[in-house]
């Protein structure tokens, strides 16, 4: 009983990051995740994964604690409480994949294509729509389809969708996904006005959701040569264009709103982030270069005009006509959540509108894709921002966060923040040869596993007991994987 004891105590110290090659890392919670962290609760065993996963006790907690749930998600259920939600997993489908490719161990692909196919086959609603998405979850107790606020279905731009395996495993029930999304998504089939519900109304036309749609419809394109795909792509893409200020190429994220609500009147990082990344996976779809060159000119547009050369920062919100949208922040309404003065690197949120390391990485890949030098710039003065800003910093003082972040936050940050600032450094490494960003990269590798890897897993936060899918872990496995395929020059 007392080697027992010690080895369970042992097993819960974090391991330092110089013990193995991160693939190892990576290996080992991909083991716990497909022996521990499917469904195995209620009657029905599911081959599915669950979205929180204790990490000393390898249980899903039908009542997780609240912890950070306030910052992090701000609605519990976002968090798939005993449950499980597709679209949350899409980081780790892709990571068991190549994890299968890397290992010649068909173990991963197999449990991945084993939960797509499950949701495909089994969890679908009456317009075909997936039983995933950020009002949705499956919860494994109760072996029931759930949600909240409406459960509609909804999808965006933050995580790539992999509908390549999708596809692969069932395409009918793809298809009828994505044709679901033209369907009760874009709700003006004239103009390409979306919501970001699938209610067939009026609602958000968030630019995020947009970006989300136009991929999809652009794969659907791309494995079925029917060009009504492509145009429906188009037609989103041509919505967003011509709401511009064509002096300074910015558009309000959500154009529908009114300039009443900030995001009717703002351009955010939710667009440089999360849409244009949509726009260049359109490109590298379709090869139509108006997705590939409106991104680039909405990026340039944001560097132009956002650019702090004073603190060597971004500021977070502008007007169309290119002013900054200056501090103090607000708290107590939703106009909280507009990044009013400088961008922070690490808040917390999920959703909202602050995406400072996506927008890094999209300046990185469309300077690849166009090799305007502008490009490079900015993402090199995102890095350096990075450098002189570590995970834990408390970048503003006042905002409705501020608890999270004179609090937990300074433990470190979320593992998908970590995976992106490592993606950032490794893919500045690439288009610059620079010795110093692969270091860079390893040092932050070496940092999440000090303060996230523990009894063979990662965990979400430094701060938490639970890995979670929401908190960005796949990110960071992907990340993790793409660094230990790295060599020193």
Avoid at 268 to 296: K, P, Q
Avoid at 403 to 431: C, D, M, S, V, W
């Amino acid at each position: 009983m007392r080697c027992a004891w010690l080895l369970t105590m042992i097993m819960a110290i974090p391991a330092s990051a110089a013990e193995r090659p991160y693939r190892d890392y990576v290996r080992s919670s991909l083991d716990v995740l497909v022996a521990h962290g499917m469904d195995r609760y209620g009657e029905i065993h599911a081959p599915i994964f669950v979205s929180i996963l204790d990490v000393s006790t390898r249980e899903c907690p039908r009542n997780p604690a609240a912890l950070d749930e306030a910052w992090r998600v701000t609605r519990r259920d976002r968090r798939n409480p005993a449950g499980a939600n597709l679209l949350t997993d899409q980081p780790l489908i892709d990571v068991l994949h190549r994890m299968t490719q890397r290992t010649g161990d068909s173990k991963y692909a197999e449990a991945a294509d084993a939960c797509i196919r499950y949701y495909l086959d089994h969890l679908v609603d009456e317009k075909g729509f997936l039983w995933w998405g950020w009002h949705r979850h499956y919860d494994v107790f109760t072996d029931k389809m759930t949600g909240h606020s409406g459960n509609h279905h909804e999808i965006h731009a933050i995580s790539d969708i992999r509908w390549d395996r999708l596809w692969a495993v069932n395409r009918e029930a793809t298809r009828k996904e994505i044709e679901a999304c033209w369907r009760w998504h874009v709700i003006d089939k004239e103009t390409g006005q979306v919501n970001r519900h699938g209610d067939g109304r009026r609602g958000c036309d968030f630019a995020m959701s947009a970006a989300s749609f136009i991929d999809a419809f652009t794969f659907l394109h791309e494995k079925t040569q029917d060009e009504v795909w492509l145009e429906r792509a188009r037609l989103l893409e041509a919505y967003y264009h011509q709401r511009r200020n064509p002096d300074t190429d910015l558009f309000p994220d959500r154009p529908n709103a009114g300039a009443d609500r900030f995001d009717g009147a703002a351009f955010v990082t939710s667009i440089t982030g999360c849409y244009c990344r949509g726009l260049m996976n359109a490109w590298a779809r379709s090869g139509a270069e108006r997705f590939r060159d409106h991104a680039a000119d909405y990026l340039l547009a944001y560097d132009r005009y956002a650019y702090d050369a004073n603190t060597g920062t971004y500021y977070g919100a502008l007007r169309l006509d290119g002013t900054v949208i200056p501090g103090p922040r607000t708290v107590g309404d939703y106009a909280q959540y507009e990044p009013r003065g400088h961008l922070d690197l690490w808040e917390p949120y999920v959703a909202g509108y602050q995406y400072a390391l996506y927008t890094a990485e999209a300046f990185a890949r469309a300077y690849d894709l166009t090799r305007r030098p502008e490009l490079l710039t900015a993402a090199e003065r995102f890095a350096a921002w990075l450098d002189r800003t570590p995970p834990g910093t408390v970048e503003t003082e006042k905002t409705w966060y501020s608890p999270y972040t004179n609090g937990p936050g300074k433990q470190g940050t979320y593992a998908g923040k970590y995976g992106r600032a490592i993606f950032l450094y490794l893919k500045l490494h690439e288009l610059t040869d620079k010795p110093a960003y692969l270091a860079r990269a390893r040092q932050m590798a070496d940092t999440a596993i000090d303060k996230l890897y523990v009894n063979r897993l990662f965990k979400g936060h430094p701060a938490k007991p639970y890995y979670e899918a929401m908190d960005g872990v796949g990110f960071l496995l992907q990340a993790l994987l793409a660094l230990d395929e790295c060599r020193d020059d």
